[in-house]
């Protein structure tokens, strides 16, 4: 294991130590819930964020994008009665609509994403008040639970999340199984089937673990199946697809990727507009989460989404990163958040904490980067 | 009566890893004089510049330098810089945004109680403008000057340090002839007031009408210092090739077949609007290799890139595949075509160093949008065996390969594009005497199953050896065009060098 996921983990350890010894409830199957339900938001923001990263640009607008598209699925569905599926698709084609025209002026015009997303920041933010009108939207219409409002309260009934975790289960075996079969087709080396036996034992006892602890709350939140299908998406993405490839590319050296034959245009839009999708997503939860639309939902999201990226490996610089490390860097956000709010954390010292990680966690790539590990 | 050198070298010997870059070189300069350095790229100038001005510290070399005749330890620039050694390169070291009197004095400023004294700055950049002769606004903007006056402007800076002696790296490559009029006009003006330089051409005209005397270098051995007056470009080019062809190049039987390019009448500028090719044509037949040499900034690189779609814009000109037009260029589509380009930077346009070796390999010829890994594995391993790339495995990282294997993975890289025509740009610059000739067998297979390959180098020996017909690039045009029996080095350079006034040509039949 490399310094960096060792270190990772270490963080994580300690932190989730703290916790538990200042308020022992940290581990409690209600606050396991939450902070499930808190860490598909963080990690949903940040797994979009991870595609911009790659390609060596930056997202600020992610909080305002949040507030929104949260923020228009909220009014068409409490002020306009519309049917939550409706509202949310016309919310969806918002967001993607507004990362292209990013991604867009971006690439065409070659001007930092920095500035663009930084202005992206005050214009969606402006247009977010302007849709909620300034006032408080709830989610729902007339106390009736629909599509948007469900999407962090519900959850799976027992037989589901047992059905889930065995269809999981399954897929992984399977697809051990067949890689291993092909792998040999070709020829090449597999790894000792003892070695590959026991990752997936470990992945099994992470997952029955959960299902267990969430079970004794109200079971698997919807939120993080949510999670559970962006993260697949993107991982296919990063780490299966020719798009996937070229981001790192172009991340990794653009004037090498061009000269390859890379699209860089094409993939810097595509890249912005799948990140809208997953910015449009996290505005769903985050809105459904706090029960209405405010002035400040989202605020401060796209720190929080750079932060989890950059403590999970990926480089400013562009051209280094990957979900699984996300997801770890999503998670010890979302921990550090839910244990300050447990443990009654004054807001101002919660800013404080959370500029501290960002501003450790970009130190750390610098120095990582350096070392060249 | 001999005079005092004011700087010399004796018995300068400079070795890097596998390679003596200079040899036994003995250099004199007397004061007042302006004394140029000749020979071809790698013949050992720039490694002797280097070596005097300090980047190649004091016991990082054998023999002696020289400064007013007693021994000079340079172990930075700054100690060169103290004794008077001041050198000026290509790249200017001005700020663009900065005046002409504030570049003067960078890093260098008066003061008064602890501030800029702006008003000294001012007077005595005046001064300095007016002791040259200069006719040059101190308040002026330097980016709004043309590029020779910013030469100027480098130059007196340099003096104004003290610079006794001024090193001038090739200092009219990017200059228009006005330009270089005017520069050579002041540097004979100042060598009256008692000025030393050393001067670096490829330009023989220039080198002609500036200098007193021309020491050649050659394999980085010094071979002869002449006099200027009693001297003449053919006997400086004659002294700069005078080496026989080593038997480095494999033969092969080239049956060349039907055109797959043609170039018609490129003229073609960069993103500022300086028109860097004009009005160039040429034809690539399959199963040929076609070498394209010139001096540096003759628009070699340029010329591939743009064909390829990745440098500058068409003012004019064609470019046809199977005699049919290729429209709107970039490099997506050239690859799409069958072109393959291999950079001569192989570390800014070839590779991602921070990546495996299959990552590179692998990126310019992904079919399908979903990746399907051991398919590529098998794919990438088959050329990473064939090139015989030395390294563990598919997952090393580029990055800590050497020069010569980098240059496989790029290879590799066009050649899983399945192209019919590669580009190769410098393919063996840089890389070890092994892996060059892998490079030159490498070219022959491709010939063989018919491939046209288009050859770009700066070593005329290797141009000679691997190429069946040879374009002669000089100045943005093709300054000659021949066949493989026909070219000698000699000719090959009068038409490199063909668009300067009074320049030598051997043999215009073949122009």
Not at chain 1, 8 to 25: G, R, Y
Not at chain 1, 125 to 153: D, R, Y
Not at chain 2, 206 to 224: C, N, P, Q, W, Y
Request: aromatic letters at 6%.
């Amino acid at each position: 294991m490399k310094t960096r996921d060792f270190s990772l983990l270490i963080a994580l350890a300690l932190l989730w130590s703290f916790f538990t010894w200042q308020v022992p409830d940290f581990l409690s199957a209600r606050n396991m819930t939450m902070l499930s339900i808190e860490l598909s938001t963080t990690a949903v923001a940040a797994l979009g964020m991870l595609l911009i990263i790659l390609l060596a640009h930056i997202d600020l607008s992610v909080g305002s994008a949040i507030g929104l598209t949260g923020g228009i699925a909220a009014t068409l569905v409490f002020n306009h009665q519309w049917a939550a599926p409706a509202a949310m698709g016309v919310s969806l084609l918002a967001g993607v609509t507004v990362y292209f025209v990013m991604g867009f002026i971006i690439a065409k015009e070659r001007i930092p994403a920095f500035i663009i997303t930084l202005g992206g920041l005050l214009i969606l933010k402006g247009l977010f008040w302007m849709v909620i009108g300034n006032q408080t939207v709830p989610v729902k219409a007339g106390g009736e639970e629909n599509m948007l409002s469900v999407l962090t309260t519900w959850y799976l009934p027992l037989w589901a999340g047992i059905a889930l975790v065995t269809l999981a289960l399954a897929v992984l075996a399977f697809a051990l199984i067949r890689s291993r079969a092909k792998r040999r087709g070709y020829g090449f080396e597999v790894e000792s089937g003892e070695l590959a036996f026991s990752k997936l034992f470990i992945k099994a006892q992470v997952l029955i673990l959960a299902l267990v602890v969430l079970s004794q709350f109200r079971g698997v939140p919807l939120s993080l199946v949510v999670l559970a299908a962006v993260a697949l998406v993107i991982w296919v993405i990063t780490s299966h697809t020719r798009f996937g490839r070229y981001l790192y590319a172009i991340g990794g050296n653009e004037e090498a990727a061009v000269v390859s034959g890379v699209p860089v245009r094409a993939v810097t839009i595509g890249a912005f507009m799948i990140a809208g999708a997953t910015a449009t997503i996290t505005g769903f939860m985050q809105t459904a989460y706090s029960g209405a639309s405010t002035t400040t939902t989202g605020e401060l999201m796209e720190l929080d989404a750079i932060a989890a990226c950059v403590i999970g490996g990926a480089s400013l610089a562009g051209g280094r990163g990957s979900v699984p490390g996300v997801l770890a860097g999503a998670f010890l956000i979302a921990s550090l958040m839910n244990g300050m709010t447990l443990m009654a954390v004054s807001p101002e010292m919660k800013f404080i904490a959370r500029g501290s990680v960002l501003a450790l966690a970009v130190w750390m790539d610098v120095r990582l980067s350096r070392r060249g590990g | 009566m001999p005079v005092e050198p004011i700087l010399e070298t004796r018995a300068l010997t400079k070795r890097f890893p596998g390679v003596v870059a200079l040899d036994q070189v003995s250099f004199d300069l007397r004061p007042g004089e302006i004394h140029a350095l000749c020979g071809e790229n790698g013949a050992g100038k720039s490694t002797l510049i280097k070596t005097l001005s300090g980047i190649h510290p004091t016991g990082s070399y054998e023999g002696e330098i020289l400064v007013n005749g007693s021994t000079a330890n340079f172990r930075t620039i700054a100690d060169a810089g103290n004794a008077g050694l001041a050198v000026i390169y290509q790249e200017l070291a001005l700020v663009n945004d900065l005046t002409v009197a504030e570049n003067i004095f960078l890093g260098n400023e008066p003061t008064r109680f602890g501030l800029v004294d702006w008003d000294k700055i001012y007077r005595d950049a005046s001064a300095l403008l007016e002791r040259f002769k200069l006719d040059i606004d101190p308040s002026a903007r330097t980016g709004d000057l043309g590029t020779g006056i910013k030469q100027l402007v480098e130059i007196v800076k340099a003096l104004s340090k003290n610079g006794r002696i001024l090193i001038l790296d090739e200092p009219t490559a990017a200059l228009t002839e006005a330009e270089v009029a005017v520069l050579l006009e002041i540097l004979r003006k100042l060598r009256d007031d008692g000025l030393t330089a050393i001067y670096i051409s490829h330009k023989l005209d220039e080198v002609f009408a500036i200098a007193d005397r021309i020491t050649v270098l050659r394999d980085g051995k010094s071979i002869t210092t002449l006099d200027a007056a009693d001297s003449s470009p053919g006997e400086v080019i004659r002294h700069m090739v005078g080496r026989k062809i080593e038997d480095l190049f494999p033969k092969r039987e080239s049956a060349p077949g039907e055109v797959l390019l043609s170039v018609k009448n490129l003229t073609v500028q960069n993103r500022e609007g300086r028109e860097l090719l004009h009005n160039i044509s040429f034809d690539i037949h399959a199963g040929e290799v076609l070498g394209i040499g010139g001096l540096m900034g003759a628009g070699r690189t340029e010329t591939l890139m743009h064909i390829f779609g990745a440098w500058g814009r068409r003012v004019s000109g064609t470019v046809e595949l199977d005699g049919k037009t290729m429209a709107s260029p970039s490099p997506r589509k050239a690859i799409s075509n069958g072109l393959a380009m291999v950079t001569e930077d192989r570390k800014r346009y070839g590779l991602h160093l921070d990546q495996s070796i299959g990552f590179n390999l692998s990126l310019s010829s992904l079919a399908s949008t979903f990746i399907d890994h051991n398919h590529e594995v098998e794919r990438t391993g088959e050329i990473f065996r064939s090139l015989r790339v030395k390294a563990p495995s598919l997952e090393t990282g580029v990055g800590t390969l050497s020069g010569g294997n980098q240059q496989k993975v790029v290879i590799g890289k066009a050649l899983l594009t399945d192209p019919r025509i590669v580009f190769l740009d410098e393919p063996t610059r840089g890389i070890d005497v092994g892996a060059k000739i892998e490079v030159y067998e490498f070219i022959n297979r491709l010939t063989e199953e018919g491939k046209a390959v288009v050859l770009v180098s700066s070593e005329l020996p290797e141009l000679i050896g691997m190429s069946d017909r040879i374009v002669m690039l000089a100045e943005g045009r093709v300054g000659g065009v021949f066949r493989r029996d026909e070219a000698t080095q000699e000719r090959l350079l009068a038409a490199a060098i063909r668009f300067h006034k009074d320049a030598v040509t051997t043999n215009p039949a073949h122009l």
